[in-house]
């Protein structure tokens, strides 16, 4: 079956860097693009961008340009989110979600990142 | 700030019918598939609806959805204790070439 396996929870200081993984399971890795969401504290869902898993190329909503970098590991089926510099505003949950047809149908666990001095 | 606005509450009791509604534009709703999520406390979200009220395998056929124009509903029939939870609408949005999900609505059963 599919799965999105992410890394555990992490406690950065202010400006550090932070790198988190989501293994996948159960399908092609190529066959499908990989999507990042954010979820702020008591928030909604905001979406972060996403990366093209046969180029690389990542493509990042407005809001996530300059310290976020989508990657991938296609030879263990692995994506990454790497933010650096980070800011309090960072801290949130963050999923990857592998996207179908401009959806998404399979979702990570999450992954916490608390940024705090 | 979202593009796609749903009331932020709704609630009923066991059995009842709730409709959440996800009100968009022409960009979004209007132009492509909407599809529907489901957030239980403290989980990822799961996939409920798409494209024209499909439901992937396992989702009950208690959950519709549906869409009018720049607006769409879900439907949850027959409401149940363990749909308690936060609904986020979603669709791509062509003026912001994006992904956009709606501000969320919490379910509560009376």
């Known amino acids: 079956q599919v799965q999105l396996v992410q890394s555990g929870s992490e406690l950065k200081r202010p400006g550090a860097s932070v790198k988190v993984s989501c293994k996948a399971s159960g399908y092609t890795f190529t066959n499908y693009a990989m999507n990042w969401v954010r979820q702020a504290p008591g928030q909604g869902l905001e979406w972060m961008g996403w990366?093209?898993?046969?180029?690389?190329?990542?493509t990042y909503a407005q809001a996530f340009t300059g310290r976020f970098v989508f990657s991938l590991d296609t030879s263990v089926s692995t994506a990454y989110l790497q933010i650096s510099n980070l800011k309090s505003e960072d801290t949130a949950v963050y999923y990857c979600a592998r996207e179908w047809e401009l959806l998404h149908d399979y979702w990570g666990q999450g992954t916490q990142v608390t940024v705090a001095s | 700030q979202s593009v796609l606005t749903q009331a932020p509450s709704a609630s009923g009791t066991p059995g009842q019918r709730v409709t959440i509604s996800c009100s968009g534009s022409?960009?979004?709703?209007?132009?492509?598939?909407v599809s529907w999520y489901r957030q239980l406390p403290g989980t990822a979200p799961k996939l409920l609806i798409y494209?024209?009220?499909q439901r992937p395998s396992g989702v009950p056929d208690r959950f519709s959805g549906s869409k009018s124009g720049t607006s769409a509903s879900l439907a949850i029939s027959g409401l149940q204790s363990e749909d308690e939870a936060e609904y986020y609408c979603a669709a791509w949005d062509d003026s912001v070439n994006g992904y956009a999900f709606g501000t969320g609505t919490k379910v509560t059963v009376l």
């Open positions: 990366i093209n898993t046969i180029t690389g190329i990542p």
């Open positions: 022409r960009f979004n709703i209007g132009s492509n598939t």
């Open positions: 494209s024209k009220n």
